[in-house]
């Protein structure tokens, strides 16, 4: 069987769409571009929303990127592009005015005219954008509460990481001490062995100088 993809397990909704926008607007200070600024970004839109055990920073931030890409596409649309196949516009796209005003560094613009193949009709995009649905409140972690978690997960997986190797180092040692007594243990069995057999080897001689001599007074007194 086949394994479900994240979109598969997860629902994502306009409204989820909309909030993104909104908070990755807010929160730019975060993706510095620097190396992992992204996903370490996006990790804390995942924290701040609730979703840690429903969705991954990767998961959105490729769902932000497709937006981006879109928008600009739309924006910059090449020469003779047709509206007759079902394809988006800028006037047609829901998220066109969010993005511009997330992007577009202005807080709105009307978009680019596109002019469909059937006829001079000129499309014009829509200036306004869908409202947040403010009866869907939830509870939100300030950025600050946000960052701090994210650096005390970091601290513990660094402090995890230091015990496992401390931990391999105790087991490592304790292996030695192992090996060390029980090579210390046949030793000490090896020479009590040995005193063992120098010991029956002496009773053996006394037993037969012992035997010897009777037998030479035996003789002598013959």
């Known amino acids: 069987m086949a394994e479900k993809s994240q979109e598969d397990v997860f ?13 990755r607007v807010a929160n730019e200070a975060l993706f510095t571009g620097k190396r992992n600024a992204a996903i370490k970004g996006f990790e804390a839109f995942v924290m701040e929303q609730g979703l840690q055990d429903r969705l991954a920073a990767a998961f959105v931030k490729k769902k932000w990127e497709n937006l981006k890409q879109k928008y600009k596409d739309l924006k910059c649309p090449a020469t003779g592009v047709s509206t007759e196949d079902g394809e988006p516009t800028a006037a047609s796209w829901k998220w066109y005015s969010a993005m511009d005003e997330a992007i577009g560094g202005r807080p709105s613009i009307t978009p680019p005219a596109l002019i ?8 014009v995009a829509s200036t306004s954008s869908v409202s947040p649905d403010t009866s869907r409140k939830r509870t939100r972690k300030s950025l600050e509460d946000v960052i701090k978690e994210m650096e005390e997960r970091e601290s513990a997986r660094e402090q995890e990481a230091v015990e496992r190797e401390e931990k391999r180092w105790r087991e490592k040692e304790e292996k030695e001490e192992r090996r060390e007594r029980a090579r210390q243990e046949w030793e000490e069995r090896r020479h009590a062995e040995d005193r063992e057999r120098e010991e029956r080897w002496r009773q053996e001689a006394n037993q037969r100088e012992e035997r010897l001599l009777n ?5 002598a007194k013959k």
């Open 215 to 219: 037998l030479l007074e035996i003789i």
């Open 116 to 123: 469909a193949s059937s006829g001079p009709d000129v499309a």
């Open 11 to 23: 629902k994502w909704t306009d409204e989820h769409t909309q909030v993104l926008i909104r908070w």
